[in-house]
């Protein structure tokens, strides 16, 4: 074979390998805007204008649609790494923290890992009991912030202010605030209680 072809079958590699990145990109976008409106819906309907008018199932069907939804793109995400025709992970790589790529795919796969803990968690439930569930549930938002860090770290559109990357931030910074929210409410409430004031607006 002569050194032209090699450079061209080398060249052809490496755009067939760009071209897969782009759609782990892609994918990988899509996944973490899917899990921040799970987290953003779980909030808003907990603690925003809607808490407690919208019915439960209702909450708990949208909550986990997105949630599924966000896991499938990022397991595609995930899926696509594997595939690429250059420096493709290896499944341990993919799914093993620390195996390849140093703390920027870490916190992804610490992430993934969590938030599908987190979900899954909600299947046995009634086996392992409300607070138990509500300890694992609540991991989730530490699995998320995993899954932000991976972006931050990870995606060239952040770091280049692609139109992408600076949703991508907006979408943490809402997040975080809702999430303070969440958390203050929450402390509120339990402070209320603990006074025996329960008739306080948490």
């Given at each position: 074979?002569?050194?032209?072809?090699e450079?061209?079958?080398?060249?052809a590699?490496?755009?067939?390998?760009?071209?897969?990145?782009?759609?782990?990109?892609?994918?990988?976008?899509?996944?973490?805007?899917?899990?921040?409106?799970?987290?953003?819906?779980?909030?808003?309907?907990?603690?925003?204008?809607?808490?407690?008018?919208?019915?439960?199932?209702?909450?708990?069907?949208?909550?986990?649609?997105?949630?599924v939804?966000?896991?499938?793109?990022?397991?595609g995400?995930?899926?696509?790494?594997?595939?690429?025709?250059?420096?493709?992970?290896?499944?341990?790589?993919?799914?093993?923290?620390?195996?390849?790529?140093?703390?920027?795919?870490?916190?992804?796969?610490?992430?993934?890992?969590?938030?599908?803990?987190?979900?899954?968690?909600?299947?046995?439930?009634?086996?392992?009991?409300?607070q138990?569930?509500?300890?694992v549930?609540?991991?989730?938002?530490?699995?998320?912030?995993?899954?932000?860090?991976?972006v931050?770290?990870?995606?060239?559109?952040?770091?280049?202010?692609?139109?992408?990357?600076?949703?991508?931030?907006?979408?943490?910074?809402?997040?975080?605030v809702?999430?303070?929210?969440?958390?203050?409410?929450?402390?509120?409430?339990?402070?209320?209680?603990?006074?025996?004031?329960?008739?306080?607006?948490?």
């Amino acid at each position: 074979m002569s050194t032209s072809t090699e450079a061209h079958i080398g060249l052809a590699a490496a755009s067939a390998d760009a071209d897969v990145i782009s759609v782990a990109s892609a994918l990988g976008f899509l996944g973490f805007f899917c899990l921040a409106a799970a987290v953003v819906w779980g909030i808003a309907t907990a603690v925003g204008p809607w808490a407690g008018r919208i019915d439960p199932d209702a909450v708990q069907l949208g909550h986990l649609a997105w949630a599924v939804a966000g896991l499938t793109f990022v397991g595609g995400h995930v899926v696509a790494h594997t595939l690429r025709p250059e420096e493709a992970f290896s499944w341990p790589e993919a799914l093993v923290p620390f195996a390849r790529g140093g703390i920027t795919v870490a916190t992804g796969v610490l992430g993934l890992l969590v938030l599908v803990i987190a979900a899954t968690s909600f299947v046995v439930r009634t086996r392992i009991g409300v607070q138990w569930w509500t300890a694992v549930h609540r991991a989730a938002y530490a699995g998320f912030a995993l899954m932000a860090l991976h972006v931050v770290l990870a995606a060239d559109e952040v770091a280049g202010l692609t139109w992408v990357g600076v949703a991508a931030m907006g979408v943490m910074a809402a997040v975080s605030v809702l999430s303070v929210l969440r958390w203050r409410r929450a402390a509120h409430r339990e402070h209320a209680i603990a006074a025996g004031n329960w008739g306080l607006d948490p």
